[in-house]
């Protein structure tokens, strides 16, 4: 049997992203007056793909090592290929936060978060029920 | 964990946020005053927000106050001969705050504020649910 990290490996690459949107719907929310600021969002499904087969976005740019001695970059954020909202209907002061979609998505985003920490919590709970069963 | 830079992030919109009601709070009370400290017609200030980014990485980023600026509209002229504050043709500067303008501020302030509160609630129960798994029933 393969070890207990990977039995909730899925789970967590797919919590890991949602900490990230959170995050990112958080800047938007706490932006939403900030002139010149674009609203940024990732498309979730993209990025679970990329987080599962192991490979960076599309759009990163890693940087070129041309020296032993240069640190790697890896200049996007992993597996999420962050991309700035299509304007909807952008505020004179060159604003593109639409607080309902953002919003919107925040709750939905802080739901399936729970979802996976519930998926998690049943994980564990089917293995310790498996080490517990012939303890009567 | 980096849901702890979303309180970062919340937070630093509310202290904004609050500079901004400050602002009008200020404007408000100043709205008929003639003379401000500097001897001048008192004029009203407004708050510009710049995003700044916040905890590692490009993925947050708060807001902050980069400075406070004077609104730059003409004083309210009052034609009062009586008022010591007169000028030789009998009219009295008044400060140029704007009432409307400043009531639509603080609710834009007031509801920005209660959005991030609401904000970082959700993180605090994501950080909360995320202690318990494995947790026993």
Same mark, same amino acid.
């Given at each position: 049997m393969a070890n207990i990290q990977s039995h909730v490996e899925v789970y967590s690459k797919a919590i890991g992203l949602r900490v990230q949107r959170h995050q990112l719907l958080a800047s938007n929310i706490a932006n939403a007056? %900030?002139?010149n600021y674009k609203a940024r969002d990732f498309d979730f499904s993209a990025a679970m793909q990329n987080a599962l087969a192991g490979r960076a976005a599309s759009g990163a740019m890693p940087l070129a090592r041309t020296a032993g001695g240069h640190l790697s970059g890896?200049?996007? %954020?992993?597996s999420a290929h962050v991309q700035y909202r299509k304007e909807t209907?952008?505020?004179?002061?060159?604003n593109t936060v639409d607080m309902d979609v953002e919003r919107a998505q925040i709750a939905d985003n802080a739901i399936q978060y729970q979802i996976l920490t519930q998926l998690i919590g049943d994980k564990f709970k089917g293995l310790r029920s498996a080490m517990a069963g012939t303890q009567g | 964990m980096s849901l702890f830079n979303v309180f970062k992030v919340s937070s630093s919109a509310m202290t904004a946020q609050s500079m901004r009601l400050n602002t009008v709070a200020s404007n408000l009370a100043n709205a @008929?005053?003639?003379?401000?400290s500097n001897g001048q017609p008192y004029r009203a200030k407004q708050v510009v927000f710049e995003a700044t980014p916040m =905890? =590692? =990485?490009?993925i947050s980023k708060g807001v902050r106050v980069r400075q406070v600026v004077e609104s730059a509209a003409p004083a309210r002229m009052?034609? @009062? /001969?009586?008022? /010591? #504050? #007169?000028d030789e043709k009998g009219y009295v500067a008044f400060s140029n705050v704007n009432v409307v303008e400043e009531m639509t501020n603080m609710i834009s302030a007031s509801r920005a504020y209660q959005t991030n509160v609401e904000v970082m609630n959700t993180a605090k129960s994501l950080m909360l649910r995320t202690l318990q798994i494995g947790q026993q029933a």
């Amino acid at each position: 049997m393969a070890n207990i990290q990977s039995h909730v490996e899925v789970y967590s690459k797919a919590i890991g992203l949602r900490v990230q949107r959170h995050q990112l719907l958080a800047s938007n929310i706490a932006n939403a007056d %900030t002139p010149n600021y674009k609203a940024r969002d990732f498309d979730f499904s993209a990025a679970m793909q990329n987080a599962l087969a192991g490979r960076a976005a599309s759009g990163a740019m890693p940087l070129a090592r041309t020296a032993g001695g240069h640190l790697s970059g890896e200049g996007m %954020t992993g597996s999420a290929h962050v991309q700035y909202r299509k304007e909807t209907q952008s505020a004179v002061d060159g604003n593109t936060v639409d607080m309902d979609v953002e919003r919107a998505q925040i709750a939905d985003n802080a739901i399936q978060y729970q979802i996976l920490t519930q998926l998690i919590g049943d994980k564990f709970k089917g293995l310790r029920s498996a080490m517990a069963g012939t303890q009567g | 964990m980096s849901l702890f830079n979303v309180f970062k992030v919340s937070s630093s919109a509310m202290t904004a946020q609050s500079m901004r009601l400050n602002t009008v709070a200020s404007n408000l009370a100043n709205a @008929d005053s003639i003379v401000s400290s500097n001897g001048q017609p008192y004029r009203a200030k407004q708050v510009v927000f710049e995003a700044t980014p916040m =905890g =590692g =990485g490009e993925i947050s980023k708060g807001v902050r106050v980069r400075q406070v600026v004077e609104s730059a509209a003409p004083a309210r002229m009052v034609y @009062d /001969p009586k008022n /010591p #504050a #007169a000028d030789e043709k009998g009219y009295v500067a008044f400060s140029n705050v704007n009432v409307v303008e400043e009531m639509t501020n603080m609710i834009s302030a007031s509801r920005a504020y209660q959005t991030n509160v609401e904000v970082m609630n959700t993180a605090k129960s994501l950080m909360l649910r995320t202690l318990q798994i494995g947790q026993q029933a």
